[in-house]
């Protein structure tokens, strides 16, 4: 086959996709807030989130983030995202559960972080919403899934949401737009490397 033979089916090929794509396009015609959940065991989760929150700043949209479990604030990301107008920033845990080591604390805390996220769901003024690691209080028990469906569900029609963490429960992602998992296929830490600054922190 030569050059022009190739050419000639490349191009035709692409005329092809591009007709599916374009009639698809055509096809997705709603507007409505989104409610994504990122889960899995792969590592990314969190850092897709955040990478939404760039994006919507740069849309000049408000943003609220939630972080449950996590009770550092030395996060890369919260050290950036802090210094920007439009972020609201909130590290509602006090630590994994083995560092706790207190179930009736854990549950209290969760709750209570679960009042601050009330109010950024009815906040029509905020378009995205991260709620980080908000899997775990969930599976674990600490907050109830039909409290969180129910609250969720009650948001302003174009705010969009997405939620982070491994285990998500399966109401959680019936009730979601957009499901992603993440795979773990291998890690840097199970070689013996600690977490490292600007990849993992």
Sequence with gaps: MD????????RNRMQ????VVDASIARADQDKGLLLV???NGKGKSSSAFGMVAR????????????FIKGRSDTGEEAF???QPGVVWHVLGEGFTWDTQNLERDIETANRGWGVVREMLQDATISLVVLDELTYPIKYGWLDIEMVLSD????PPMQHVVITGRGAAEALCDMADTVTELDDVKHAFRAGVRAQNGIDL
């Excluded at 969720?152 to 948001?155: P, Y």
């Design 38 to 40: 990122l889960t899995g």
């Design 3 to 10: 050059d022009n033979d190739k050419s000639t089916r490349h």
């Design 56 to 67: 919507a700043l740069g849309h000049g949209m408000q943003v609220g983030v939630a972080q």
């Design 16 to 19: 092809r996709k591009k007709e």
């Design 81 to 83: 995202f802090r210094q």
């Design 152 to 155: 969720l569900a009650a948001r």
